[in-house]
């Protein structure tokens, strides 16, 4: 048995399972302190080592910014979040030693990107990356199966934004760049703020969708010109909005003006540009095959002295 953990900034969420398509038991809570809700992980987590047995790791997608270098002194703590309470916060031990079990961790993104690589939209794709547009904007990467990570994981969301040329005067919502990232200008918070209504609410025809699908293209094309993947997935509340899926080709065509020879690399902006296919079981189910992984790189390590 595994245990896996979506900790994201609006709600947490815990299962545990044999394989990430078997999750057994799973329960969802609300994200407050750092104390109350990881007293709830916990607790899920021991009750249900009573009831199954030892788990033989943990996989933890977490939100962040988060230290995930093993070899860091500062590993497993989340950094400066504007979350009130949790920067500093070492999230990996406040579960493994009441747990007493192995975390394994990664970022949310990274956690779902896993899992659609292994079970959804990036099945039999090795270049790949995952973006979410929900309360934030995040994305992982994956080069040849392998997630990519250099000095931290990817934060692609705080990248710099160029302004639509009809969205020159919103601030922004980031709290460290305002209206000069992605996130600040792009994130689902951000269309609430710029149009004074639920994002949710706005008419498909709405010239908000135009704005935020140039955004999105824009990630897109610097991830494109950037990190080369083969398909973008895109996921998160705000990519509910179907209608976003044509304008950001669209967008894309046009912001890329011809300069990558699509077909000659084998690309079709209908299977790059593609939504996310788990429907947010993507990182419960890449933090179950993170426990796994770590556990056959753990196990093979002891036998290999
Ligand atoms: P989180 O990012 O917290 O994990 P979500 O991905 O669900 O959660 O993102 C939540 C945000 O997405 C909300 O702030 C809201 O603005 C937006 N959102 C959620 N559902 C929709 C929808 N159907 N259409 C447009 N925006 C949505
Ligand atoms: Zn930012």
């Known amino acids: 048995m595994f245990g896996a953990v979506e900790a994201g900034g609006t709600k947490f969420i815990c299962a545990v399972g044999p394989s990430p398509d078997k999750l057994l038991a799973k ?3 609300p994200t407050t302190s750092p104390q109350e809700t990881l007293a709830k992980v916990n607790e899920f987590f021991l009750q249900q080592i009573e009831e ?11 939100f962040g910014p988060i230290n995930i270098s093993r070899q860091s002194a500062d590993f497993g703590k989340l950094a400066a979040t504007p979350k009130k309470g949790w920067a500093g916060f070492d999230i990996v031990k406040a579960i493994s030693k009441t747990v007493n079990t192995d975390v394994a961790l990664e970022t949310d993104v990274n956690c779902a990107l896993l899992g659609e690589a292994a ?39 705080h990248m710099l934004a160029v302004r639509h ?7 922004g919502i980031c709290a460290f760049h305002g209206g000069q990232c992605f996130e600040g200008l792009a994130s689902g918070p951000a269309i609430e703020k710029r149009w004074a209504c639920k994002a949710v609410e706005l008419d498909k025809n709405h010239k908000a969708w135009k704005i935020q699908g140039y955004y ?8 494109l010109l950037s990190v080369t993947p083969k398909r973008i997935i895109l996921g998160g509340g705000v990519m509910n909005q179907r209608q976003l899926f044509p304008i950001i080709r669209e967008e894309l065509t046009s912001l890329l003006a011809g300069y990558i020879d699509l077909a000659s690399n084998n690309l079709n902006l209908q299977e790059v540009i ?28 002891q036998q290999s002295g």
Not at 165 to 171: A, I, S
Not at 216 to 223: S, T
Not at 277 to 301: F, M, R
Request: with cysteine; proline share 4%; glycine share 18%.
């Open 274 to 301: 593609v939504p996310a296919g788990l429907d947010g079981e993507g990182a419960l189910q890449g933090a179950i095959l993170l426990a796994k992984q770590y556990v056959d790189e753990n196990v093979s390590h």
């Open 119 to 157: 079970f959804g939209s990036g099945k039999g794709v090795e270049d790949l990356a995952y973006i979410t547009i929900g309360t934030g904007i995040g994305g992982g990467l994956m080069n040849k199966g392998r997630l990519i990570q250099g000095y931290s994981h990817p934060e692609i969301g």
């Open 216 to 223: 999105i293209a824009a990630l897109c094309m610097n991830l």
């Open 165 to 171: 040329p009809d969205d020159q005067d919103f601030p």
């Open 52 to 62: 199954n047995g030892a788990l033989r790791a943990i996989g933890l997608g977490s």
């Open 27 to 29: 329960v969802s809570f």
